[in-house]
């Protein structure tokens, strides 16, 4: 079994029950009861890197994590495929060139989370004595903008380069959204589709929720509080718990979509069907609730955005970071940006923060009198 196979494996549940009671037979113990890796095949050594590193009992990892790991794994195999290599054979010259590869196919943000993840194998084979030197401490990261930002370059024979937010200004966001729902081409279930997309954009925009948050919402994802207000119970990145209050325009969307296709607006927290499914081809969509997946998603969004005629690099994403940066232009609390967006950490929402105060900036400048 090559190590791509391996791979392909190693996100099914099964499969890590299997592995966990066959480690329980496994002589790997060294004298003072270490996990030593010393001796071991690199299957063994790919296998429990996995389930000891990344598949840990206390951790809930989403799709979209899983994914990203499985993408750093399978850019790493390729790399040593590609040069006749194996992890028996990495070495401070290897260390070097998988680095330098690295920071030159992908953009900083990509190349430091790539990296990250050699490291944590690096350093995994040095604590099971796998590798008999500290090979991690070879890897240099490149340095990225905090924010979210896209690169583009401005003067190629001079490298160049300037820093563009990845977020709309409100007017244009507002704009594209209200493209979502011409972009609709087929003649049955048109009505529920227009409505469906135009849903999904108010959603983006209004709540900041993630791509994988919308498309996870049920039914039942919404509540209205002790005061009648309608909220929606997201899980987020780690598994992590949110209510995000609904604005009364997105609300009405939400219950003309649910009319359109013939279903209650009665909120029932049982409900488990999904908010967003595929309709095309549907005679009967209520019948039919197959999850709208992330490419349909991002489908809608281009279409929408190019029918607009705005920037291509236009993501569902952006309209997260345009949520984030119009709540605090508006002066909504730190905290409660913080709380709605499900940041892990208050320093995230303080960037957008910091830059909304630079951009401003020239407001101070303007008080003060130069010339007399």
Request: no cysteine.
């Amino acid at each position: 079994m090559n190590n791509l196979m391996i791979l392909n494996q190693l996100t099914s549940e099964q499969y890590l029950t299997q592995l966990q009671q066959k480690l329980e037979n496994r002589q790997l113990l060294d004298e003072y009861r270490n996990l030593s890796l010393a001796d071991s095949s690199e299957q063994e050594f790919l296998e429990l890197f996995f389930l000891e590193k990344i598949f840990t009992i206390n951790k809930q990892l989403s799709s979209h994590t899983i994914k990203a790991y499985r993408s750093d794994a399978k850019t790493l195999l390729i790399f040593l495929m590609d040069h006749a290599l194996s992890f028996r054979n990495i070495g401070f010259p290897e260390v070097k060139a998988y680095n330098k590869y690295i920071t030159e196919k992908y953009a900083p943000k990509s190349a430091i989370r790539k990296l990250e993840f050699f490291r944590r194998l690096l350093d995994f084979g040095y604590e099971t004595q796998f590798y008999k030197v500290h090979l991690s401490t070879w890897i240099s990261k490149p340095a990225a903008k905090k924010g979210h930002y896209i690169f583009e370059t401005t003067r190629a024979e001079e490298t160049q380069t300037r820093f563009q937010v990845r977020e709309l200004k409100q007017r244009d966001a507002e704009y594209v959204i209200s493209f979502f729902p011409k972009i609709v081409k087929a003649n049955r279930n048109r009505d529920q589709l227009e409505k469906r997309n135009l849903l999904i954009g108010y959603l983006l925009y209004t709540t900041g929720l993630r791509a994988s948050e919308l498309l996870s919402l049920n039914w039942g994802s919404f509540r209205y509080n002790r005061q009648g207000i309608l909220y929606v119970d997201v899980i987020g990145k780690g598994r992590k718990p949110r209510t995000i209050p609904i604005r009364d325009e997105t609300q009405e969307l939400l219950f003309a979509y649910r009319k359109s296709l013939g279903e209650t607006i009665e909120i029932n927290p049982e409900d488990t069907s999904p908010l967003f499914f595929a309709l095309y081809n549907k005679k009967e969509p209520s019948i039919h609730k197959k999850r709208l997946t992330y490419p349909s998603l991002y489908k809608i969004v281009k279409e929408a955005v190019h029918l607009a005629g705005k920037h291509s690099k236009v993501s569902p994403h952006w309209f997260r970071h345009t949520f984030v940066t119009t709540l605090l232009e508006n002066d909504v609390p730190l905290a409660v940006v913080k709380d709605w967006a499900g940041h892990s950490d208050i320093s995230t929402t303080n960037i957008y923060l910091e830059r909304i105060n630079q951009d401003n900036s020239h407001v101070h400048l303007h008080k003060v009198h130069l010339f007399k």
